[in-house]
Every structure is written in structure tokens, then in C-alpha cells.
């Protein structure tokens, strides 16, 4: 395929996450720090997100299975979950990260698995996502082609 309109779905892709409400203006801003010393700067900055969010997915999984769940420590997790999908502009995530911390505020252990649920989901959703947009990134690169930072108007 063509780099040039390897480029252009790129654009669009990139575009259509946003659109959609998977991403927000901070990956955009994310995306300003990459530049051609660095091409793969965001999909490295995201690959540790992917990375750290499952050790916290698994914790969290095991801190609602425990007899006495201990809400502050689920909390402290939720809060750097948020924290780290809000520095990378995923919105869903970070979107089900504050409704997960109002069931820790309630100490509702049914409510907290609901939430863990609709995080996991939020997140599997944002990573397959990403990781088919840093694939056509790595063919782009592969093909001699350059990654756009700007997505146009």
C-alpha cells in the first residue's frame, strides 16, 4: 500500500478515536512530543500504560476477591489508574475510573466488581484499538513513510 495513504487513514483513524470518545485532546498533546528522532515516542509512552494498567487490573482483581476488601487501597489503585489513562488521553478509561472510585467511596463490593468490569472493558477496547493504529504506524515507517503529528483540519 501506498505510504501516502498509509498517512491518510492514519489521520482519519486517529480522528475517528477522538470523535468517538476512546481518546481526547491529550493524546493530541502527547502526539506534540513526537517528533523524527523519536517516531515511536507515543506508542512507547503507551505500551508502559498497557503495561502498568494490567499489574493494576490484576491487583484490583485480587483486592475485590478478598474477604475484607480494603476500599482505600482499591481507591489509591483506581486513583493512579485515572491518573495514568488521563496522561495518555484515554477518556473511556479514565471515564470508568471515576465511577469506580464513587463505588469505593460507597464501599459497595458489588458495585466496585461492576466497575472493575466496565474498566477492563474500557481498557481492552483502548488498547486494541491503539495497538491497530501503531501497527499501520510501524508499516508506515516500515515503508519509509514518516508519522504525521499534525492531523489536519
Not at 29 to 46: A, G, K, R, Y
Not at 110 to 128: H, I, M, P, T
Request: a negative charge; glycine letters at 6%.
Amino acid at each position: 500500500m501506498e505510504v501516502g495513504l498509509m498517512q491518510r487513514q492514519r489521520v482519519q483513524y486517529v480522528k475517528g478515536l477522538l470523535g468517538e470518545g476512546t481518546l481526547d485532546s491529550q493524546y493530541l498533546q502527547l502526539l506534540q512530543l513526537q517528533d523524527e528522532s523519536n517516531p515511536t515516542f507515543v506508542s512507547e509512552v503507551v505500551t508502559l500504560f498497557f503495561e502498568d494498567t494490567e499489574e493494576l487490573l490484576n491487583k484490583l482483581r485480587i483486592a475485590l476477591l478478598q474477604p475484607s476488601v480494603d476500599f482505600k487501597k482499591i481507591d489509591d489503585h483506581v486513583h493512579q489508574l485515572k491518573g495514568s489513562s488521563s496522561s495518555i488521553g484515554a477518556l473511556r478509561v479514565k471515564n470508568a475510573c471515576i465511577d469506580f472510585r464513587s463505588a469505593c467511596e460507597q464501599q459497595s463490593p458489588e458495585w466496585c466488581s461492576r466497575c472493575l468490569q466496565q474498566v477492563e472493558q474500557a481498557f481492552y477496547g483502548v488498547k486494541d484499538k491503539l495497538s491497530y493504529l501503531y501497527a499501520l504506524e510501524q508499516r508506515i515507517l516500515n515503508a519509509g513513510g514518516s508519522i504525521p503529528v499534525d492531523l489536519g483540519s
